[in-house]
């Protein structure tokens, strides 16, 4: 399909012009983008039609002058009939680097996310962790899918991304039942790539900046000391259940993610400051350093597999299975203890901001930094709780006044 464009000669003259010669500039104009290229010549201010575009004179300089800038205007249309030829889309850039040989960088969307994927995969362990590398393999399986069925093909250009491609992802993936922050960061990773792409001169622009989706505020699931102490208190015949439940509690007391105690080690444990032992590593995600004092139930865990044959073998503090299989086993036990909740390696690390450390007095600031949060707000996501230690203050001041007072 046949895109209009419009070129035009001018002079262009600086803001500290006086007299003289001034260059003439060539602009083309497609779709109200622009794309200018020098001329390589100047011309007297005196001399210059602004409306024909062309030098006035019968002079052989002139003529000769005036015959550049026809050459040129063929230039363009000659770049035009070819870049339409080649079936490539029609952009004022595409027409300028076309007219002076620039080889234009071509990628398909899916190609510019395997070659990202591909590098990130050899810096997994380094600045990556393999979670993030999944998300963005789940990112392509839902783009090939996705540009399938709008587009009736395999792939798309890098270039015509545009802010109607992001909506109509976005609407893909809510029409696929995936929840609004699921599909808000897929859309966010997409943008990544696309900004990858302007850097290495395949794509002009990203559109990302127009897209309106936001992440909404998650309500954040945790137990209360009443399901702590159920959880803690009771019995399983099976040795599987004990050792998950086990695990289970001390991310309860310490605020570790899966990731992290999985991978946890008797070196990572260490007298603090206070010659206490603590728990000084940096977490998994962010690589961030996490410094957290051991509550006496946390130690009493420790002590309990300190001769554990798999943990020996594998020189790690408790026996965790995969993350899959330890959801399972905490379904199991949910139903055994009679929580309705879903319990998760997540809801532990939740309790531990919640019930085990700010309902009970610690400082928001104290319980970001054992987190290994890297931006306070993402601590601040529990402050609701902070409304529940109030009202339990606010109760005890009431009692107190009525004392003095009453």
Same mark, same amino acid.
């Given at each position: 399909?046949?895109?209009?464009?419009?070129?035009?000669?001018? $002079?262009? %003259?600086?803001?500290?012009?006086?007299?003289?010669?001034?260059?003439?500039?060539?602009?083309?104009?497609?779709?109200?983008?622009?794309?200018?290229?020098?001329?390589?010549?100047?011309?007297?201010?005196?001399?210059?039609?602004?409306?024909?575009?062309?030098?006035?004179?019968?002079?052989?300089?002139?003529?000769?002058?005036?015959?550049?800038?026809?050459?040129?205007?063929?230039?363009?249309?000659?770049?035009?009939?070819?870049?339409?030829?080649?079936?490539? #889309? *029609?952009?004022?850039?595409?027409?300028?680097?076309?007219? *002076?040989?620039? /080889?234009?960088?071509?990628?398909?969307?899916?190609?510019?996310?395997?070659?990202?994927? +591909?590098? $990130?995969?050899?810096?997994?362990?380094? #600045?990556? /962790? %393999?979670?993030?590398?999944?998300?963005?393999?789940?990112?392509?399986?839902?783009?090939?899918?996705?540009?399938?069925? @709008?587009?009736?093909?395999?792939?798309? +250009? /890098?270039?015509?991304?545009?802010?109607?491609?992001?909506?109509?992802?976005?609407?893909?993936?809510?029409?696929?039942?995936?929840?609004?922050?699921?599909?808000?960061? $897929?859309?966010?990773?997409?943008?990544?790539?696309?900004?990858?792409?302007?850097?290495?001169?395949?794509?002009?622009?990203?559109?990302?900046?127009?897209?309106?989706?936001?992440?909404?505020?998650?309500?954040?699931?945790?137990?209360?000391?009443?399901?702590? @102490?159920?959880?803690?208190?009771?019995?399983? /015949?099976?040795?599987?259940?004990?050792? *998950?439940?086990?695990?289970?509690?001390?991310?309860?007391?310490?605020?570790?993610?899966?990731?992290?105690?999985?991978?946890?080690?008797?070196?990572?444990?260490?007298?603090?400051?206070?010659?206490?032992?603590?728990?000084?590593?940096?977490?998994?995600?962010?690589?961030?350093?996490?410094?957290?004092?051991?509550?006496?139930?946390?130690?009493?865990?420790?002590?309990?597999?300190?001769?554990?044959?798999?943990?020996?073998?594998?020189?790690?503090?408790?026996?965790?299975?995969?993350?899959?299989?330890?959801? #399972?086993?905490?379904?199991? *036990?949910?139903?055994?203890?009679?929580?309705?909740?879903?319990?998760?390696?997540?809801?532990?690390?939740?309790?531990?901001?919640?019930?085990?450390?700010?309902?009970?007095?610690?400082?928001?600031?104290?319980?970001?930094?054992?987190?290994?949060?890297?931006?306070?707000?993402?601590? @601040?996501?529990?402050?609701?709780?902070? +409304? $529940?230690?109030?009202?339990?203050?606010?109760?005890?001041? %009431?009692?107190?006044?009525?004392?003095?007072?009453?």
């Amino acid at each position: 399909m046949k895109t209009n464009f419009s070129l035009l000669f001018y $002079m262009k %003259r600086q803001k500290n012009y006086s007299a003289g010669a001034a260059p003439i500039y060539l602009r083309i104009t497609v779709k109200g983008k622009r794309s200018e290229l020098a001329t390589g010549r100047s011309l007297e201010p005196g001399r210059w039609n602004s409306r024909s575009g062309r030098a006035i004179g019968t002079k052989e300089e002139y003529r000769v002058f005036n015959t550049h800038l026809d050459q040129l205007q063929n230039q363009v249309y000659d770049a035009y009939n070819k870049i339409i030829q080649s079936g490539n #889309e *029609i952009t004022a850039q595409a027409i300028k680097d076309m007219m *002076i040989g620039k /080889v234009c960088k071509k990628a398909s969307l899916t190609e510019a996310v395997s070659e990202h994927n +591909d590098r $990130m995969e050899t810096l997994v362990g380094k #600045e990556y /962790v %393999r979670g993030t590398l999944n998300r963005y393999k789940v990112l392509k399986n839902h783009l090939e899918s996705f540009i399938s069925i @709008q587009y009736g093909s395999d792939d798309i +250009d /890098v270039s015509k991304v545009d802010i109607a491609f992001f909506n109509n992802f976005d609407y893909y993936l809510r029409n696929r039942s995936c929840a609004n922050n699921y599909t808000v960061k $897929m859309i966010k990773n997409l943008g990544k790539i696309i900004n990858i792409c302007c850097e290495n001169g395949t794509a002009e622009s990203n559109p990302i900046s127009l897209y309106k989706g936001r992440t909404k505020t998650v309500d954040r699931n945790f137990l209360t000391q009443e399901e702590i @102490q159920t959880i803690l208190q009771k019995g399983f /015949v099976s040795a599987r259940l004990d050792a *998950i439940r086990d695990v289970f509690l001390f991310c309860c007391f310490t605020g570790l993610a899966y990731a992290d105690v999985q991978k946890l080690k008797e070196t990572d444990i260490r007298k603090g400051i206070d010659g206490e032992l603590w728990i000084i590593k940096n977490r998994q995600k962010t690589n961030v350093r996490s410094s957290i004092p051991l509550l006496p139930n946390a130690v009493q865990l420790i002590d309990k597999y300190a001769d554990h044959p798999i943990c020996s073998n594998l020189g790690t503090v408790f026996p965790v299975p995969s993350n899959q299989k330890m959801n #399972e086993y905490l379904k199991e *036990i949910a139903e055994l203890c009679g929580i309705e909740k879903k319990l998760t390696s997540h809801i532990a690390r939740h309790t531990f901001a919640t019930t085990v450390t700010l309902l009970n007095g610690v400082p928001i600031e104290s319980v970001s930094k054992m987190l290994g949060h890297t931006n306070i707000r993402t601590t @601040q996501h529990y402050a609701k709780i902070l +409304d $529940m230690k109030l009202s339990e203050d606010m109760a005890n001041l %009431r009692i107190r006044l009525a004392a003095q007072f009453g």
